[in-house]
């Protein structure tokens, strides 16, 4: 049995269809992959900003004693930029400097005595701007939300009078 000359014809006529399928379905699928892959990086540089904060903001409470101690200021910055107090390698994250970590202390109760020592205390770290750069140079960059964490002190051994 033979094939009829018109259907050889036209599968003949057909080749290059299944290649610019294959290409068109390809754009698709690397697009949606590649922007699984650079969503998951975002959120990953996100959920590593968070757990930093976190942990600075614990260390600060309990070394932190007021916006003029620079030094444990520093040292908290430090957990932020490189995962501990001592500030020695490269950042977690590249491209995060020391500017873009905020550690602030607010005095909620003093006692009465002279000069007046805080009883508590709330500790603030926040990081904001943080540029997010893509790997794939066709989306835009953005910025990370900033984030804050903040914790509040214990008396710290004071008795209030």
């Given amino acids: 049995m033979s094939i009829p000359t018109?259907?050889?014809?036209r599968f003949h006529n057909e080749k290059g269809q299944s290649l610019v399928?294959?290409?068109?379905v390809c754009m698709i699928f690397f697009f949606l992959l590649f922007g699984i892959l650079e969503f998951s990086r975002a959120l990953y540089y996100?959920?590593?900003?968070v757990q930093n904060t976190r942990a600075a903001a614990r260390w600060a409470v309990v070394n932190v004693l007021d916006n003029s101690d620079t030094a444990d200021i520093t040292s908290t910055q430090n957990i932020?930029?490189?995962?501990?107090?001592?500030g020695s390698g490269s950042p977690i994250l590249p491209g995060m400097t020391a500017a873009m970590v905020n550690v602030s202390v607010?005095?909620?109760?003093?006692?009465?005595?002279t000069p007046p020592k805080p009883i508590s205390q709330k500790i603030s770290v926040t990081v904001s701007g943080y540029p997010f750069q893509f790997i794939i140079p066709l989306g835009p960059n953005i910025t990370i939300p900033a984030f804050e964490t903040s914790l509040f002190t214990e008396s710290r051994g004071i008795i209030p009078p």
């Fill in 46 to 49: 996100y959920n590593t900003i």
């Fill in 80 to 86: 932020v930029l490189y995962g501990g107090p001592t």
């Fill in 106 to 113: 607010n005095n909620l109760e003093l006692d009465t005595s």
């Fill in 21 to 24: 399928e294959m290409a068109l």
């Fill in 6 to 9: 018109d259907l050889r014809v």
